[in-house]
């Protein structure tokens, strides 16, 4: 290191052809700091012009374009060939660069002025001495005028303290909208000084500065470049005042003078080196004066694209399974790239994405379940919306379609029934039942519903119990309280099924005259209205069938693929079809066979489904091999207890970009996140904390690359995708056929169900003729010396008569024998 000019000496080789490269600014990134972020900027791109050959030279151009823009360029000359990648690092997290071919450059404006600093009004011009002969011109070997005064100069008078104080805080945006509102340009060149140079600097600073310690002068020239800052314009006479005025937002002691007499306007704006000789300055001056603009948090129109920055990579410090689910890609402590993967054991201690719509969510999960599926894990993917099954589908391996059940809610032709009250505990069945109803109808429990509905619906679903047996379903319940007389003749037909219920359906229901009657039964009955008007809520509830056995699929290792069409049937009614399937898979779980493998649920847009056993499937499913992942937008959608529970049972979680409100929460979810705000992610990342046999791991970014895997994967399997497509559709055309007829139940069933019971009860009666027809605790009693046997067969036979029967209906006979024939 020369102790003369503070600068290593370093052997360049000068090109006999210099290249040119040229660089434009893309966008600039917001900051938090803007000044303290200037600043580096420039400390680091001076020292990257200082570090170049003797031929180089650096210019910085800020100028207006008609349209308003302020394009920033840098064109650069005699660079080493690092120099992109040289200005990308002075620029980190701060502006994008982009290289562009060279072109003829902005020619100069009509007027142009130069700014110098003000200790030039007193002392001699700083002109360059003729070359010593034999000395190569540029190689810094030439020297300047002595600024120190001789014994003839006694005229001499020494300035204090003038040249330029820079201002620091500033990040140059000032500056930017006066050039945009003016249409003026800034320019500047810089290069390399010489060793001469910077020695003759350094006794003219020494010699003006008299109040300064030299420690102060020495850090202030610093290693000192060539510079000259240059001021045009073609819209005026004369640089416009509010620009001179913004200068001093930069440094003070500045003054803004016309070029020199013999100097060339074009040479001096186009930068030639000869016009750069001599023209060196100390590092401080160079600092105040070098400015990019820096965009704050906040910053209006400035006539450049800014945007904010985007999250940096945190690495993965931790070991984690090499064996698993594969999730993705992350950066490791060397900065490699390497898999990310979890266990399957830690899978079932659930995985909680959150993140904002089109931040990659549904690219997560369907890698997942492409990853799952391929390795024979049973799937299962309740998706609102469908895209996300659709994708699946496409992506599914070969051979994993013969394994696959699609259910498409909004597929009227090909329905899937779906009938929670099938061959389960009736009471069971009905409180999970109501539990979906308030989360539909009232979930802050404001008195929509209430007790007083939960009998009426327990009531109605036991008489419809009582009628079709485990073909009883929810949208029975409008029809079995349709009117008075429907409740009597219900009460009636189940009497000596339930003789209690039958009480209750006549004391409460029928035998209420109260002018309240009427609205009370439509006030319950508009509730399942809500649910069951849509042509597709009848198709999955009407004809009481179960289409899929999900204890079955959950056990063999199957694909079950939901797809809910919320956007075609509605939200709350999609809604309540998920919480039935996920409900049907809490009730399943318990019963698993086969608990050591793992069945995983995948549930998008799980704010929708907040009951129905999802909080019993965080609680309990890792003790029946159930791994539970549940993706949402953001954490206001959950109730309090769906989020304790994920809280408490979701080991692995993902944060991918989320909105500024709930960016801090996600990270105070994750944790021990240091990369910054969650709501400057890029798509496909995602804050991680992962689970592992030793623990979490610390918060590391997760980069999702299923895209790329998937993209690769289809072209290696040319026509995989209409395989799948045509295997599943099959699969639902077969399970249709299997299914017969898929009617949904009427009005008429309900009245063929009625006569129904009431034959069978004439059956049981000409059995015993002595007996009551219904339980001891029944209703209307009926007495003891009835008809003997010959008188009661004619009275069968009358009644058989009277419902439309020839002949008596056995005991045997069941409801599905009698709907059969109806249905036919």
Same mark, same amino acid.
């Given at each position: ?15 006999? @052809?210099?290249?040119?490269? $040229?660089? *434009? ?65 002075? $620029?980190?997290? *701060? ?13 100069? /404006? ?12 007193? $002392?001699? &011009?700083?002109?360059?001495? /003729? ?173 450049? &694209? ?52 089109? !931040? ?12 799952? +599926? ?14 996300? +099954? ?60 209430? /007790? ?87 198709? *999955? ?136 705000? %969650?709501? &400057? ?31 690769? %994967? ?35 069933? *309900? ?7 009431? !034959? ?7 059995? $015993? ?21 010959? @008188?009661?067969?004619? %009275? ?17 006979? @069941?409801? @599905? ?8």
């Amino acid at each position: 290191m020369s102790a003369i000019n503070n600068r290593p000496e370093i052997r360049w080789h000068t090109p006999s @052809d210099p290249e040119r490269t $040229s660089l *434009v600014l893309s966008r600039a990134l917001r900051n938090t700091d803007p000044g303290l972020a200037g600043r580096i900027l420039t400390d680091r791109l001076l020292g990257v012009v200082a570090s170049q050959g003797p031929d180089a030279r650096v210019t910085l151009t800020l100028g207006t374009e008609r349209d308003g823009e302020v394009r920033v360029s840098v064109d650069a000359v005699g660079v080493t060939p690092t120099f992109p990648q040289d200005l990308a690092w002075c $620029s980190e997290g *701060v502006h994008e660069w982009e290289e562009v071919v060279p072109g003829a450059g902005r020619p100069a /404006p009509r007027v142009l002025r130069e700014v110098v600093a003000a200790v030039t009004r007193q $002392s001699p &011009r700083l002109t360059p001495e /003729p070359v010593a002969p034999g000395v190569p011109d540029g190689t810094g070997a030439r020297t300047l005028t002595r600024l120190l005064p001789g014994a003839d100069q006694d005229t001499f008078r020494r300035p204090l303290g003038t040249w330029p104080n820079t201002v620091m805080t500033n990040s140059a945006l000032t500056m930017t909208r006066v050039l945009r509102s003016a249409g003026a340009t800034l320019r500047v060149h810089l290069a390399p000084a010489g060793s001469a140079e910077t020695w003759m600097l350094q006794e003219t600073v020494l010699a003006t500065e008299g109040r300064a310690s030299t420690e102060t002068v020495m850090g202030y020239v610093g290693v000192p470049v060539r510079m000259r800052l240059l001021l045009g314009t073609d819209l005026d006479e004369e640089i416009p005042a509010r620009v001179v005025v913004a200068l001093e937002d930069w440094a003070s002691d500045l003054e803004v003078v016309p070029l020199g007499a013999d100097e060339d306007a074009k040479e001096v704006w186009a930068g030639a080196s000869r016009t750069l000789q001599g023209r060196a300055v100390p590092r401080g001056m160079a600092r105040g004066l070098v400015r990019i603009p820096v965009p704050g948090e906040r910053t209006g129109v400035i006539g450049i &694209r800014c945007a904010m920055p985007t999250t940096p990579e945190v690495p993965l410090t931790d070991a984690v399974p090499t064996e698993g689910l594969r999730l993705g890609t992350a950066l490791d402590s060397t900065g490699g790239r390497t898999e990310v993967r979890i266990g399957l054991e830690q899978l079932c201690q659930h995985v909680h994405v959150l993140g904002a719509s089109g !931040a990659g969510k549904s690219t997560l999960q369907a890698g997942v379940v492409a990853w799952a +599926v391929e390795h024979g894990l049973g799937v299962t993917v309740i998706d609102p919306h469908g895209t996300l +099954v659709s994708r699946c589908v496409d992506e599914l391996p070969d051979g994993a379609a013969a394994r696959t059940h699609l259910v498409r809610t909004a597929d009227l032709e090909r329905p899937t029934p779906l009938n929670p009250f099938t061959g389960r505990d009736f009471e069971t069945m009905v409180g999970e039942v109501i539990e979906i109803l308030y989360a539909v109808f009232d979930p802050k429990h404001t008195g929509i519903i209430g /007790p007083r509905f939960e009998r009426i619906f327990h009531q109605a679903m036991g008489a419809a119990s009582a009628l079709f047996g485990d073909r009883a379903t929810i949208s029975l319940v409008p029809e079995l309280l349709a009117d008075r007389e429907r409740i009597t003749d219900v009460a009636h037909a189940v009497h000596h099924i339930n003789p209690r219920l039958a009480r209750e359906l006549e004391s409460e229901l029928a035998g209420n005259h109260s002018s309240e009657f009427a609205d009370m039964l439509a006030w319950v009955n508009s509730k399942f209205d809500r649910v069951l008007r849509s042509s597709a809520m009848r198709a *999955v509830f009407g004809s009481g069938r179960e289409a899929i056995d999900v204890q079955g699929v959950m056990d063999r290792g199957e694909v079950l693929l939901i797809d809910l069409a919320a956007p075609r049937i509605g939200q709350d009614q999609a809604a309540f079809i998920g919480m039935i399937w996920v409900m049907e898979h809490a009730l399943a779980m318990a019963s698993r066979a086969q608990r050591h493998r793992p069945h995983l649920l995948v549930i998008d847009e799980a704010q929708l489904f907040q009951v129905g056993g999802l909080p019993e499937l965080l609680a309990e499913g890792r003790k029946f091999g159930i791994s539970v992942l549940l993706a949402h937008q953001h954490m206001g959608q959950l109730s309090a207890e769906l989020a304790s529970s994920l809280e408490a049972n979701a080991s692995t979680v993902m944060g991918m970009r989320s909105s500024i409100q709930d960016a801090p929460r996600v990270a105070a979810r994750i944790g021990t996140w240091s990369g910054g705000s %969650l709501s &400057r992610l890029p798509n496909m990342h995602a804050a991680t904390t992962l689970a592992t046999p030793a623990g979490q791991t610390q918060a590391f970014t997760l980069v999702v690359d299923h895209n790329e895997r998937a993209d690769a %994967l289809r072209r290696e399997r040319p026509g995989a995708v209409e395989r799948n497509r045509q295997i599943t559709r099959s699969r639902v055309l077969r399970r249709c056929q299997e299914l017969g007829s898929l009617k949904a139940l009427t009005s008429d069933d *309900v009245e063929a169900a009625i006569r129904q019971c009431e !034959a069978n009860d004439l059956v049981r009666l000409t059995a $015993s003729p002595h007996l009551e027809p219904c339980e001891q605790d029944g209703g209307a009693s009926r007495p003891q010396d009835g008809p003997q046997d010959d @008188d009661f067969g004619s %009275l069968l036979e009358e009644c058989l008569t009277s419902l439309g029967m020839g002949e008596p209906v056995s005991g045997s006979a @069941d409801v @599905d024998t009698l709907l059969s024939g109806s249905e036919g």
